[in-house]
């Protein structure tokens, strides 16, 4: 009742409201109840409490808009932004967004409900317990030295990687070592080679640090290396590719092209950016050894994450760098991020010792790969044969759906997000004007019994509007 009163203004702003006391009386309720009214009222801004003053009504006036807010900082004397402020600023909109909760059919997220949790919380309590005072100081800032062991026997098994554990740069994320990477490599300006299509948080990391991105097309046998003969590719100090499932394609790059890529990079003076996301999923059924294995001259960058395999609010992964690279990029670490938190990384280092890894990984590729077929019978049966469900040549955790060119991918990913299902536009993927349209949609965090229904009424969603 007060709240309206004060909204509607039957109470003008500066009244004194009378004492919990004399209310609770007048209102035959109990003056507790009345505590909690005015401390609600003034915790949302409609009472100002003051003790000996009593409860005065305060009006809410309505905020700015945001274009009248931004008018009025125009006027303010504020220093330019930087160029390289101003690049990020303008190409964060190839972000997709992680901001909304919603998990059907989000690209980039493992099989969430089968985490084992209590292990890892066992694994958490008992860090907990048993710190020592000297664990809450600064940690190494590329990564505490036994989880990088581990790390290194782990790609050794995995991927046929042999490296030094000190190679190993233990970061938030492959956005973060893209970032570290270009900032320690490129000068605005300089020219950098991409996969066409790509992540399109690549595209974005490295145009925010100005660098000139130089396509290179994708067939069914990985990136076209031959391509990278023509233009301003043999000025390229950098190229990203992600050979083991070509994101979004599904494609695996052959052999032959991994090894001729190397050859590239040796003649050109050039760092290959490896980045095997999900590599557990991609190279279990059909293993092609990783470049960074194949490489004799250290031309390679190696970078994975543990984010689309285990959960994405853990924020750890992982590059192993060139010798060449070590010392600048752990100096641009100290000057920023610092380090991951230790307490993560002793827990994923126990979560690796004790083997619940190994036993994830196995349970993570049977469960998406049921939910996989389920996924595809569902969508062909409800969607028109417009919208083709692409074939992965390895298996991936997000699949990729073309639509005819006339669709705007981004309208329909709109569509299906005001309905709370999420997908990721294909057409943010290319780096060049001619853009192709499309759905790529995660699978893998959503339980059997969901993804029927979901399909269902994202196929109505489509069906409706186009």
């Known amino acids: 009742m007060l709240k309206v009163q004060i909204i509607n203004t039957d109470l003008p702003e500066g009244t004194l409201l009378p004492a919990t006391r004399v209310l609770a009386k007048e209102l035959e309720l109990s003056r507790t109840t009345v505590n909690r009214a005015y401390e609600l009222l003034r915790l949302e801004g409609y009472l100002d409490s003051h003790q000996g003053s009593g409860h005065v009504v305060k009006h809410i006036h309505e905020k700015k808009s945001v274009l009248s807010f931004n008018e009025e900082l125009a006027q303010r004397n504020y220093p330019d932004l930087s160029e390289t402020g101003k690049s990020f600023l303008n190409n964060v909109s190839l972000i997709n967004s992680t901001d909304d909760k919603s998990i059907a059919f989000r690209p980039g997220l493992p099989p969430l409900d089968i985490f084992p949790v209590s292990h890892w919380k066992n694994l958490s309590n008992q860090y907990w317990r048993y710190i020592k005072t000297s ?44 970032y570290l990477i270009g900032s320690a490599v490129l000068n605005p300006g300089d020219y950098m080679s991409v996969e066409n299509p790509t992540f399109p948080n690549v595209n974005s990391i490295f145009k925010g640090l100005r660098a000139q991105l130089q396509p290179v097309n994708v067939d069914e046998s990985g990136l076209k290396v031959e391509d990278l003969q023509s233009g301003n590719h043999a000025q390229s100090k950098l190229i990203h590719c992600t050979p083991s499932c070509h994101y979004p394609t599904g494609v695996q790059m052959t052999l032959e092209r991994r090894q001729a890529l190397l050859k590239w990079a040796n003649e050109n003076g050039s760092f290959i950016i490896e980045n095997d996301y999900e590599h557990e999923v991609h190279n279990y059924d059909h293993p092609i050894p990783s470049i960074y294995s194949l490489d004799q001259n250290e031309r390679t960058i190696y970078l994975s994450t543990f984010n689309r395999l285990l959960h994405p609010s853990i924020r750890l992964g992982y590059m192993i760098l060139p010798v060449y690279l070590l010392e600048p990029i752990e100096a641009l670490l100290k000057h920023s991020h610092r380090f991951v938190p230790p307490s993560i990384q002793v827990v994923l280092n126990q979560f690796i010792e004790r083997n619940h890894l190994h036993k994830h990984v196995k349970k993570v590729i049977e469960v998406s790969k049921e939910r996989e077929v389920l996924f595809r019978e569902q969508f062909t049966e409800a969607f028109p044969d417009s919208v083709q469900l692409k074939t992965n040549q390895t298996h991936s955790l997000h699949l990729l759906a073309e639509l005819q060119p006339a669709i705007n991918d981004r309208d329909v990913v709109n569509l299906f997000a005001k309905n709370n299902i999420i997908t990721h536009a294909y057409s943010k993927c290319f780096s060049t004007p001619e853009k192709k349209q499309g759905l790529i949609m995660g699978y893998s965090s959503v339980r059997s019994p969901v993804i029927k229904n979901k399909i269902q009424h994202m196929a109505d969603l489509y069906n409706k509007a186009f």
């Open 135 to 178: 664990a809450l100081s600064y940690s190494p800032s590329s990564g505490i030295e036994q989880l990088k062991r581990n790390i290194a026997n782990y790609v050794n098994l995995t991927r046929g990687i042999k490296c030094d554990y000190r190679q190993i740069i233990i970061v938030s994320g492959s956005l973060q070592s893209l």
